[in-house]
């Protein structure tokens, strides 16, 4: 088969993270397109592209563009990714999926009823000690569930001079922490346990309630003095889950806890067992057994679940982390094309799952009142 030829829409970070895997996943980057045409070109050039399409409407006249990455601010999530499928195009969307649960929704039906690959990058699946937790919770071996329990921890807007298009409610959504990095812990603990959220009771606070008004790149360097701009977006978020078979999760999300640069961690308590993942020490599985005994598993293509061994790219001691994740991630939504299936692949019907219990968190942080997370 002849390589994917794809665009990247966006040119930040993530953006650059996208081109990376899709190249190793032998895909054809035709170009990208930027939020200005200049910006477009700057792009191309530091990223090594053939062209910077002058908008997207550009990108989806040329015929040979067959996969749209978008990683543009959320807000531009829904026009530009419904563009793209209108025009027959698989799609990978940046998360959150659209910053209105009516948005999401509208983007799942339509993959749907257009039948072509549209998936979301919850990367934190593809770490293979994340395959072999799921392994062993669906084999039984932690019994049922008992407890749930984690946070995800940033601190790159400790910095009251930080500021980023992320804080912007107009940008970013209602939500700023709780979108952005609280719904890769929820999807990842429900797909992983096995048991869906049913209510929430939550609450957010803006502990910082002026930032710096120039923004940059996320997780970039502040520049020191000039003007203020009033904040309206929560930096920290607590939330109490019940799942639909009635077991208990709790989670503390933060962007402003100093040291901790992108620390998810969750723990799964079972009858039986227990296991617990860090995102920031990701090549081991901790397992706690009865009789105060302990065990780790560590990453590797020699043990272990067949997912785990699959996503086990490199041996042991050789770390893999976030941009192998990413890699994964990417290769698996190629092969979906292709016609494959692979296991655990997050499409739009996961993107709408998130935006629910997205918004169940806000309404239940507004009314501090249990609120119900649609199914």
């Not at 067959?66 to 807000?75: E, K």
């Not at 620390?263 to 090549?283: H, P, S």
Request: net charge negative; aromatic share 6%; charged share 20%.
């Amino acid at each position: 088969m002849s390589p994917l030829g794809i665009v990247i829409v966006g040119t930040g970070m993530i953006g650059a993270v996208h081109r990376r895997a899709a190249l190793l996943a032998g895909a054809q980057v035709r170009g990208v397109v930027g939020s200005s045409p200049a910006r477009g070109e700057e792009a191309a050039r530091a990223w090594n592209l053939p062209r910077a399409y002058r908008d997207l409407d550009e990108a989806l006249a040329d015929p040979q563009v067959q996969v749209v990455h978008v990683c543009t601010p959320n807000h531009l999530h829904r026009p530009m990714a419904q563009a793209a499928l209108e025009s027959g195009r698989h799609v990978i969307c940046e998360k959150p999926l659209a910053t209105t649960l009516g948005d999401a929704q509208a983007l799942a039906d339509l993959a749907t009823a257009t039948g072509l690959v549209a998936t979301v990058p919850f990367v934190y699946r593809y770490h293979p000690v994340v395959r072999e937790a799921r392994a062993r919770i669906a084999g039984g071996e932690l019994g049922p569930l008992r407890l749930i329990h984690g946070s995800y921890l940033q601190d790159w807007l400790l910095d009251p001079a930080s500021n980023n298009w992320r804080v912007d409610p107009r940008l970013g959504g209602t939500s700023r922490a709780f979108a952005d990095i609280g719904s890769h812990w929820c999807d990842l603990v429900e797909w992983v346990g096995g048991e869906r959220f049913a209510e929430v009771s939550a609450a957010f606070e803006t502990v910082i309630t002026e930032r710096g008004a120039s923004t940059g790149e996320s997780f970039a360097t502040p520049a020191a003095g000039g003007a203020l701009q009033t904040v309206s977006s929560e930096d920290v978020a607590a939330a109490l889950f019940k799942t639909t078979r009635g077991t208990l999760a709790t989670l503390t999300v933060s962007q402003v806890s100093a040291g901790r640069h992108n620390r998810l961690w969750f723990e799964i308590d079972g009858a039986k067992a227990a296991v617990a993942f860090d995102q920031e020490d990701c090549e081991r599985l901790w397992i706690g057994r009865p009789d105060q005994r302990e065990e780790i598993f560590v990453r590797g293509p020699g043990a272990g679940s067949a997912e785990q061994r699959r996503l086990s790219s490199l041996p042991p001691g050789h770390a893999q982390g976030y941009a192998q994740c990413f890699e994964a991630f990417v290769a698996d939504t190629y092969r979906a094309i292709a016609g494959q299936t692979p296991e655990g692949l997050p499409t739009f019907a996961d993107g709408l799952r998130s935006a629910r219990i997205v918004e169940g968190v806000i309404a239940s942080a507004r009314t501090r009142a249990w609120t119900p997370i649609d199914a």
